[in-house]
């Protein structure tokens, strides 16, 4: 199969140099682009793609922190930039490798053999975890408060609430805005930690600290910054049953 590929670079000559060297090796299909840190993390969730060529610097939001953003499973990144300064954190990330513009084809090869290799090892213990029936949630959320963009830990988050058309994440002390749909975030959590209470909220179990049936069978929790969030009806018990856990 092709290793689907998303080029990220906030400069078109050099997303056009990656792609002209792509273009000579069949087993890479280039699904998209994308100009910024911020397209990127929309353009994964919407393609799925397996491997991302990223720059680092971009405006508003660095590679990097595209990088710490993404869930799992997430695609294998091949980091291309220009400063050398950032390849201790990029490896801490787990990049694939790093390369530095301009890229040339045999380095860009070799690197592109390290995903293929790592492919099949992936392959082999996703097919593992299936088995058992694991499942992989993201650890940590890409956010966003005015010009500021936030890596903010999973342990953090409170609830993620859908309003005005704009999905937040809440802490104990601050509410963030976040690219995904409210629907499309749901899929990607870990049902163990979080659970979603109405078709506009989502809280952390763990930050439940009151629970209050109605007579007519919803309820409410209160969480532990504050926040009131409604619980339909048809949840109410799926919720009970899992704070009971």
Not at 63 to 68: H, T
Request: charged share 25%; hydrophobic share 45%; with cysteine.
């Amino acid at each position: 199969m092709p290793i689907r590929t998303l080029l990220v670079d906030d400069e078109q000559p050099a997303r056009d140099r990656l792609r002209q060297l792509l273009a000579a090796m069949p087993e890479i299909e280039v699904v998209g682009e994308a100009e910024d840190g911020l397209q990127a993390v929309e353009r994964v969730s919407e393609l799925a793609p397996d491997l991302l060529l990223l720059d680092i610097q971009m405006p508003g939001c660095s590679g990097l922190e595209v990088a710490a953003s993404l869930g799992r499973p997430r695609p294998a990144i091949i980091f291309c930039t220009a400063y050398d300064q950032y390849a201790v954190d990029a490896f801490e990330l787990h990049a694939m490798d790093y390369l530095l513009k301009p890229v040339n084809r045999a380095r860009l090869q070799a690197a592109l053999e390290r995903v293929r290799d790592q492919r099949v090892v992936d392959r082999e213990h996703q097919l593992d975890q299936v088995t058992r029936g694991d499942r992989l949630s993201p650890a940590r959320f890409l956010a966003r408060k005015a010009a500021r963009f936030r890596i903010v830990p999973r342990n953090e988050v409170v609830a993620f609430t859908f309003q005005e058309g704009l999905t937040r994440l809440h802490t104990a002390t601050e509410q963030l805005w976040m690219q995904p749909t409210l629907a499309a975030l749901a899929r990607r959590l870990d049902g163990d930690t979080f659970f979603q209470v109405s078709r506009t909220g989502i809280v952390s179990l763990d930050a439940v600290r009151e629970a209050k049936p109605f007579p007519d069978g919803t309820g409410e929790v209160i969480l532990t910054n504050g926040q009131i969030f409604p619980v339909t009806r048809r949840r109410w018990r799926l919720l009970m049953e899992q704070l009971e856990q």
